[in-house]
């Protein structure tokens, strides 16, 4: 019996589905009932693997049925798949031909399946989320530029809406500390992150939330998921400058963050930092080697659920 390899777009109404052969099996409502057909329909073809895009959020109940009904599904960048497309001449652009390339990505690529966070790791990445948003609305109702040029029969509103944000992020906040009081078993590994130098509470529930993976891949695996590897662009004799990209952006700001802090007060970051800019790389190139190497050890610490140790206590 094969196993086809198996292709979902999905929108926000539906999900087209094609297996890698060229077949199209067919369009099915983004709904409860609608993925229960979709679940017994792929269940009855043993797929190696079924394989869709992430798109905002809309996957999410899509995987959690699929994986509920035993199905090895993972979900993958679209930017990976756009680059697949383009590489295999396939330019032309619709539903069923993007659930036709997302099948093809998984046969030739076969990625791993997507782990399926338990209920409170999706509340966690949810509240992160919202907490997330309205940040960027307090940011942008804050706006020097807006506050200054409003006229004055504007200034009240503007007042309202940052109170009533903060407000919001206040009740997030809440639930947020609920959530986590109600795990005990994030405790040690939450309070573990924290006793790194840089990393405070926010850097730490946004990698338990954002990146479950933390502790389960070697340092490689990891850096590459976040977005902090560097990638080689070389051709022939000519050796091109490194770069990052791709990753979980969400992760990334505020590894930024906690590394900036760690130039200053980590001693293993900082001294790592102050040696690169004495080689002479430039500071931003040097933050982003820090931010892979503070990753590295964090990845460390949760595999190992330990608490960060001092450099220096390593010498007594």
Not at 16 to 26: C, I, T
Not at 168 to 186: M, T
Request: glycine fraction near 6%; hydrophobic fraction near 40%.
């Amino acid at each position: 019996m094969s196993h086809p390899f198996i292709g979902i777009d999905i929108s926000k109404a539906t999900c087209d589905v094609a297996e890698s052969q060229g077949e199209f099996l067919g369009s099915f409502p983004r709904t409860p009932a609608g993925l229960a057909q979709l679940s017994v329909g792929l269940a009855s073809r043993a797929p190696a693997l079924v394989v869709m895009e992430a798109t905002g959020g809309l996957e999410k109940s899509v995987l959690t049925d699929l994986a509920g009904a035993g199905l090895p599904v993972a979900v993958v960048n679209p930017k990976r798949v756009r680059e697949f497309a383009r590489a295999s001449g396939q330019l032309a652009k619709t539903d069923r031909l993007d659930a036709l390339i997302i099948a093809r990505f998984a046969q030739a690529i076969r990625p791993e399946p997507t782990p399926i966070p338990s209920p409170a790791q999706q509340e966690l990445s949810d509240l992160l989320t919202r907490r997330q948003q309205l940040l960027k609305m307090l940011v942008s109702e804050g706006n020097g530029n807006r506050a200054e040029t409003a006229s004055p029969v504007l200034q009240p509103s503007l007042h309202r809406i940052q109170a009533a944000l903060q407000d919001e992020l206040a009740c997030i906040q809440a639930a947020l500390d609920a959530l986590v009081a109600s795990q005990p078993d994030w405790q040690t590994e939450l309070h573990n992150l924290e006793s790194c130098k840089g990393v405070g509470s926010v850097t730490a529930l946004t990698l338990k939330g954002h990146l479950p993976e933390l502790g389960k891949l070697d340092h490689k695996e990891i850096a590459a998921l976040v977005g902090v590897a560097p990638m080689n662009h070389d051709s022939g004799f000519r050796r091109g400058k490194r770069f990052v990209t791709g990753g979980r952006s969400e992760v990334r700001s505020v590894l930024f963050m906690a590394t900036l802090s760690a130039t200053r007060h980590n001693p293993q970051i900082r001294s790592f930092y102050h040696s690169l800019l004495a080689r002479g790389k430039p500071k931003l190139l040097a933050l982003t080697a820090c931010m892979r190497k503070l990753l590295t050890i964090l990845n460390a610490m949760t595999r190992d659920n330990s608490p960060w140790i001092c450099p220096a206590a390593l010498d007594v």
